[in-house]
């Protein structure tokens, strides 16, 4: 079966996510020196059985990943990520940002530049590629569109347009099977720009 950065990426995170249901606390904490809280809370959070819900649901999501091996990493599923504590605001977005799988220079860059979201900077960057589009893990902000780290990491790729299709299935094919109440993340796994 083909793989892909992508695919590789994903499965990299959701093998995290299972290593944490299994695990205490205290190994979180110690199996996770980048993310030590967050990663102590989702254990703690598995011991409660509050996440009893999650493992099949990260289980779907790759599988389809595998089925359309992407470039890039889509975004956890928004479900999983609430429910894990992504999106709450207790903890420091470095510790979120490691555990996934974040460069540092690219979490610096949103922290110090306060950059929301794929901005005029790196359309810019874009101009100057020589390529016509790229893509991010939706969520990810990159440094640079050219950030090396980023692109070893699964998270950012340059595409070719035709390959935007393929994004965009693997999004509603997963939107499908995996729904969730988060309107503004229905059908959005991908930042996608094309010149
Ligand atoms: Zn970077």
Request: contains cysteine.
């Amino acid at each position: 079966m083909p793989s892909s950065i992508g695919t590789l990426s994903f499965s990299e995170l959701a093998s995290k996510i299972k290593a944490l249901s299994v695990a205490s606390p205290e190994e979180a904490e110690a199996q996770f020196p980048g993310s030590p809280n967050f990663a102590k809370y989702i254990a703690q959070l598995f011991l409660e059985d509050r996440l009893f819900d999650i493992l099949p649901r990260l289980e779907t999501q790759l599988q389809i990943v595998r089925r359309f091996f992407p470039p890039v990493r889509p975004a956890l599923d928004p479900y999983t990520s609430t429910q894990i504590g992504i999106f709450s605001k207790r903890f420091d977005d470095y510790e979120i940002g490691r555990f996934l799988g974040y460069p540092e220079c690219c979490m610096r860059s949103f922290a110090e530049n306060v950059r929301y979201g794929i901005d005029e900077g790196h359309v810019q960057e874009l101009k100057g590629s020589g390529m016509k589009a790229f893509a991010t893990t939706a969520g990810f902000i990159p440094c640079s569109i050219f950030c090396r780290e980023a692109q070893n990491r699964g998270l950012l790729s340059f595409i070719e347009p035709n390959e935007i299709g393929n994004l965009r299935a693997l999004e509603k094919e997963t939107a499908m099977r995996l729904p969730h109440f988060h309107p503004e993340y229905r059908e959005h796994y991908f930042e996608v720009r094309l010149l």
